[in-house]
């Protein structure tokens, strides 16, 4: 949709050996018509500044900080022979620390407005192999969806003392830090997930009406709606973070500033 003013990375054509560890990048096409209206702040260069960055971050937090969280609030689980809290489906992670200082760089290794994480796609007792219980409905979710409800806050302060830190030392970041180069305060929002089922990849017959008793539900896609109900709930928010939810879909803008109108888009 955006061609010929952007080029992605990495090309999948050329390389069909995906690695979900790869970050995706869009940067601007130099070749774009669009390029002599453009009046990028200095210090862009359009070879090395992406327009956009994704990375696959399936927990928001590390598995040692999870690891260390569980034993905090579940010490005599935690204390059991042989537990392991994740040793399940294999999760990829970029700790807090790492993404949050690439969403803060200064110029020209970026200069992004808003970073936005989703909540809990990979929160499943196939994950969480050690809260896993087949005793219970659906393998024991219930134990992750209390688990994600201790985590969430805990990032949630994490990234609100990152983006406050990063506003009182701005002048040390020369241009990183709270606001853009242009000047655009940064924002943090968090997009719910949407839940799925089974056959809805099923491309075949479009037509086909699909009825939730009559499909499997794996992972954990029929609590969806829990997950991000609780987030909601649970996520600290401070009056510099203001949450819109509306049909399963919300989304929270972090300002550092208390004074400052936040904005919000769903």
């Not at 506003?167 to 924002?187: C, D, F, V, Y």
Request: net charge negative.
């Amino acid at each position: 949709m955006l061609y010929p003013h952007v080029r992605a990375t990495p090309n999948y054509t050329l390389n069909p050996y995906f690695d979900r560890a790869w970050p995706q990048n869009l940067y601007l096409n130099p070749e774009s018509p669009l390029v002599q209206k453009l009046h990028p702040p200095e210090g862009f260069n359009i070879s090395i500044t992406p327009l956009v960055t994704f990375r696959r971050v399936d927990l928001l937090l590390a598995s040692d900080q999870l690891t260390e969280l569980y034993r905090t609030t579940q010490p005599y689980h935690a204390s059991q022979e042989n537990f392991d809290l994740l040793g399940g489906d294999q999760v990829w992670e970029i700790p807090p620390s790492e993404y949050l200082s690439l969403f803060t760089a200064p110029l020209p290794e970026a200069n992004y407005g808003t970073l936005i994480a989703s909540t809990a796609g990979h929160w499943t007792t196939g994950t969480f192999r050690g809260l896993r219980d087949e005793t219970k409905p659906f393998e024991g979710i219930e134990n992750v969806l209390s688990f994600f409800s201790d985590a969430m806050p805990v990032w949630a302060r994490l990234v609100q003392q990152w983006l406050t830190s990063a506003e009182h030392s701005a002048e040390k970041n020369a241009g990183g830090g709270a606001t853009t180069k242009g000047g655009r305060r940064r924002q943090v929002m968090v997009r719910a997930y949407l839940p799925g089922h089974d056959g809805c990849h099923y491309i075949f017959k479009p037509w086909e009406l699909y009825e939730q008793e009559n499909n499997t539900l794996s992972y954990n896609w029929g609590q969806i709606k829990l997950f991000n109900e609780l987030f909601q709930v649970r996520a600290p928010l401070p009056p510099a973070i203001t949450c819109i939810y509306s049909n399963n879909l919300f989304s929270l803008s972090w300002q550092t500033r208390t004074s400052a109108t936040s904005t919000s888009s769903r």
